[in-house]
């Protein structure tokens, strides 16, 4: 888990494209140490990431190197004077390294009005300067904002390639396509896989039924391609695969063999 993302940072930093501003979005402890990681890199003087030998990686590590910045508030949002000072200090002259770093920690705190104000610096970076923002949600920022930075996802992607799995699976569905699910289905070869995956089907076929209403009141928020497309399925059907689904789940404790549950959830399906 976010192996991917701290290589790819590296080798922004060894080859000197690290972009001005970038979004890392994922749990709260794995980011800030991603943050600061990349920060000491950038300011590193020996190697290409940083060597935590020199004076600039000691500085960072206790927390007192003057050209890197970690903004944190205790305050349920940042105020818009933060993100006022924050611009200011911005286009202060690095004091003893070759460039500055500003972590905001938990951007989602940041309000629209903070993220405007926060833009204006963005749309035009000071030489040198660097922004690294820190979210558990990277939907919390006005597309004005990411359009600006580059987008670093550290969440659970053995959790987020599961989701795509049932997406997958709900695509097959609406062309009953029972071979294609049946071979995704195959690939599952221990039980509490199956039953987490009857579980996120469930879910899923719930929020389609939710998505299906949005629309029909023309309030629909989700741009989700394969989402938008899922909801091909008739309200009816959708009941129907809960309802199936429901059945399966109350004979799961009879140990069912794991071929004979991969049937039942593609009939509840198709
Ligand atoms: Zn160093």
């Known amino acids: 888990m976010g192996l991917n993302v701290s290589e790819k940072i590296k080798s922004l930093i060894k080859n000197k494209h690290f972009p001005h501003t970038v ?15 990349t920060a000491k890199g950038i300011l590193c003087l020996n190697s290409d990431y940083f ?12 927390n007192n190197h003057p050209d890197l910045k970690i903004i944190s508030t205790e305050k349920k949002n940042y105020l818009v004077e933060d993100i006022r000072d924050l611009r200011k200090e911005a286009f202060l002259t690095p004091f003893i390294a070759n460039s500055r770093i500003f972590i905001i920690t938990e951007s989602e705190k940041l309000s629209d009005k903070c993220q405007n104000s926060l833009l204006k610096i963005l749309e035009e970076p000071p030489k ?23 987008l670093f996802s550290v969440l659970n992607t053995e959790e987020s390639e599961f989701d795509n799995t049932v997406k997958n699976i709900f695509s097959l569905a609406v062309n009953k396509n029972r071979v294609g699910i049946l071979e995704i289905l195959s690939g599952l070869k221990q039980r509490e896989e199956i ?27 989700n741009f989700n391609e394969t989402d938008i497309k899922n ?33 039942a959830v593609c009939n509840a399906l198709t």
Request: proline residues 0%; neutral net charge; charged residues 25%.
């Open 195 to 221: 039953e987490k995956l009857i579980l996120k089907i469930k879910d899923y076929a719930i929020y389609l039924l939710k998505l299906k209403q949005e629309q029909n009141i023309g309030k629909n928020l």
């Open 51 to 62: 060597c935590g030998e020199c004076k600039n990686c000691h500085l960072a590590d206790i």
């Open 23 to 37: 979004i890392i979005e994922g749990e709260k402890e794995t980011v800030l140490k991603l943050a600061e990681d």
């Open 128 to 150: 040198n300067v660097y922004f690294i923002l820190l979210t558990q949600n990277s939907a919390s920022f006005l597309n004005t904002v990411l359009s600006r930075a580059v």
């Open 231 to 263: 909801t091909a399925l008739t309200k009816e059907r959708l009941y129907g695969i809960i309802e199936k689904l429901d059945g399966i789940f109350k004979v799961l404790d009879f140990n069912l063999n794991v071929l004979l549950l991969n049937c």
